[in-house]
Structure formats: C-alpha cells, structure tokens
C-alpha cells in the first residue's frame, strides 16, 4: 500500500521560534496532500489542502501566515509553523492522495510542544 | 455544510462479541464516500472501510461491516468478534468532491473510544 511519512515525529521548540513539519509520499506522486491538527482527545481538523505548484487553500479561521505550507513537488509537502506559542502546541497529521482516487494516505502525525 | 455526527463519546464491548458504532452524515452532495479510521494511542490513522454515495450492497473488509442506509443518513460500523486490539478510538468520515476544485476533501465526525474488554 501507499506510505507517507512525516519527519519529525516529535519536537519541542520555544516560543517565538518556527518549526518545520515534512510530509513526504514514498511510494507514489500525490496530486493532493492534505494537513489537519489534531488536540486531546478531539477530532481531526482540517487546517489546509496543497496542490503541488499551487498556493495551498486554508480553511476558515486556520491563519495563511502562522501556518506556511509549500507544496514543492509532488511526494513532498511542508508545513512551518511560525513564531510558535504554546497553544500551537498539537498533533499534526498530513495525508496524501492520488488522482481520481478515494482514499486518503495518512502519516503518522508529528507532536508539536510548544514550551 | 457538511457535518458528521457520532453520538456515543465511549463504548465497551466484551471480547469476541459484535459492537456497532454509530455515524450520521449531513451533505447536500449526490456523490460522496465515507470512511471509517482507527486511531490507536500511537496516533497513526489506520483506514479500515470505504462506502461510496451510489454502491447499493453494504461495504465489508473482514471483521468490519459498514450499515448504510441512505435515506437516513446514516453508516455504522459493525465490528464483528471484537479483540482486545480494537481497543482504540474510531473515526466516521465524509469525503465530497467540491466543484471548484479536483480533489475530495474529507471532514471527520468526532470520535467514538473503544474499550474491549477480556
């Protein structure tokens, strides 16, 4: 089946800093990649959709700015959270998806703490 | 908008017995699929069944069954001879196709916890 991976898997950074989060297909080209974050014990929440070679589409409420994603070829996708503050402090998780196909390819997520 | 229900925060099931979680969906959309994942404590997302909008027999892979009943929105999961490593927390998706745009974009219900018990 389909991997993707995520690097880091964890990291703890300071507040103010930015961290960078890579998702990553191995075995295939995803036309989509997606990143969602997740809190305690909530759902999974979609925070923006990237296309390769495109600027990626936000969700409402989800800050363009604060969370930067570049979506440079078509296994791999980034998402830098900037200037960093404790409440970014959540689960990551992207997924990748091929053309004209249902299903969505989850990594395995990325634990942000934000001290 | 598109929403996803699941009612139950937490449910227990005796080992080897049938358990069914619950999901109801909200679209306006024709084509749809939906989904249903496992998350165990590593996080991972694990997909376990698919059902699309238009397939008329009920979705099966192995120990899982999807119930779809379209006319109510709904579509369960059944998890027949529970094991003590379905213990974890599962997720009821919905995935629609916008007309703006060429990919599916998929929103999760909240989460139902599984606990088997021995």
């Known amino acids: 089946g389909a991997v993707v991976s995520q690097h880091p898997s964890r990291v703890i950074c300071k507040s103010g800093t930015s961290v960078k989060i890579e998702c990553r297909s191995l075995d295939f080209q995803a036309t989509t990649m997606f990143w969602y974050r997740q809190f305690p014990k909530q759902s999974l929440m979609l925070m923006a959709t990237s296309n390769e070679g495109s600027k990626a589409t936000y969700e409402q409420g989800v800050e363009k700015d604060k969370f930067l994603i570049n979506h440079a070829s078509l296994t791999l996708s980034t998402l830098t959270v900037t200037s960093a503050h404790p409440e970014d402090s959540s689960f990551y998780i992207c997924?990748?998806?091929?053309?004209?196909?249902?299903?969505?390819?989850f990594g395995p997520g990325t634990r942000l703490t934000v001290t | 908008a598109q929403k996803i229900t699941q009612t139950q925060p937490g449910m227990f099931v005796q080992e080897k017995e049938a358990v069914t979680l619950d999901c109801t969906y909200d679209t306006s959309d024709q084509s749809y699929g939906l989904f249903w994942y496992k998350q165990p404590s590593s996080g991972e997302m694990i997909f376990l069944i698919y059902?699309?909008?238009?397939?008329?027999q009920n979705a099966t892979e192995g120990r899982y069954s999807l119930n779809f009943q379209k006319a109510r929105k709904s579509a369960n999961l059944v998890i027949s001879a529970s094991q003590l490593g379905d213990s974890a927390m599962y997720f009821c998706?919905?995935?629609?196709?916008?007309?703006?745009?060429?990919?599916?974009?998929?929103?999760f219900g909240p989460g139902t916890s599984l606990s088997v018990i021995p």
């Open positions: 059902q699309g909008s238009y397939d008329e």
């Open positions: 998706a919905m995935s629609s196709a916008s007309e703006k745009t060429s990919y599916d974009k998929v929103i």
């Open positions: 997924s990748a998806s091929l053309a004209d196909s249902y299903e969505q390819y």
